[in-house]
């Protein structure tokens, strides 16, 4: 009877080790989620203010005809250029720039910025940043990481270089070209205050996207501001989704 008593209390021990284990673990995957470096996905404001932004990587493209789109309702957005389509459309980038839209740095060769050293990120930036200066004396503030991808350790790098790291809320996924009205309706549909919005350059149904989208939320009471304008620069913090809040 003794015996089968301590069994029983040995059992009931490891149970409860493995428990306890559990839950430790759990905790503390929990903590490291709530710590992670995130980049910006939206703002939580009270106005009706979202921002259009553009990855510019590969082509001249739309980009001519974006702009005239955006003159025509004179809003302002923000574009995300690589170094390489810098050198290939300098014209281009004066002109994104001269009309009043902001200019973010997404890198010089639009690289995988989890599989590179920080060193070569670094570099990656101050080239595309150099290059962006050069054409038009204005020093990028807003960086968004290639394709998205980023780890905690890659968006520490972005912003010891003094820039923001933008990501979106929106995706319109426009470089799949699925198709204008399901390209228009998920925009649509997920857009809120605050929303940063995914476009490119190259993609087919955007340009005749673009102004149902801006009538569209214009009619709703929203303002197009540039994602410099959006996002807090100071005295904020983050929650698990990258939403950006003002501490005051």
Known sequence: MKLSKKIFIIVILIIVSVISSLVFKERTIGVFSNTRNLPIYSVDIKEKKIALTFDVSWGKD?????????????????FFLV????????????????????LGNHTDKH???????RDKIISEISINDAKIMNL???????????????????IKTIESTGHYAIQWDVDSIDWREEGGEIELNRVLKKTKPGSIIL????????????????????????????????????????????KQYNNN
């Open 62 to 78: 739309n980009t001519e005809e974006i702009l005239d789109i955006l003159d025509k309702y004179n809003v302002k957005a923000s």
């Open 83 to 102: 170094g390489g389509w810098i050198d290939m459309y300098p014209e281009l980038v004066k002109k994104i720039y001269d009309k009043g839209h902001e």
């Open 111 to 117: 690289p995988d910025l989890t599989r590179i050293s």
């Open 136 to 154: 038009t004396g204005f020093e990028p503030k807003i960086f968004r990481c290639p394709s998205g991808s980023y780890n905690s350790s890659v």
């Open 199 to 242: 476009f490119h350059n190259n993609a087919k149904n955007t340009p005749g996207n673009l102004p149902k989208i801006i009538e569209y939320f214009k009619k709703s009471g929203y303002q197009f501001v540039k994602v410099g304008d959006l996002i807090y620069k100071n005295n904020y913090y983050m929650d698990q989704s990258g």
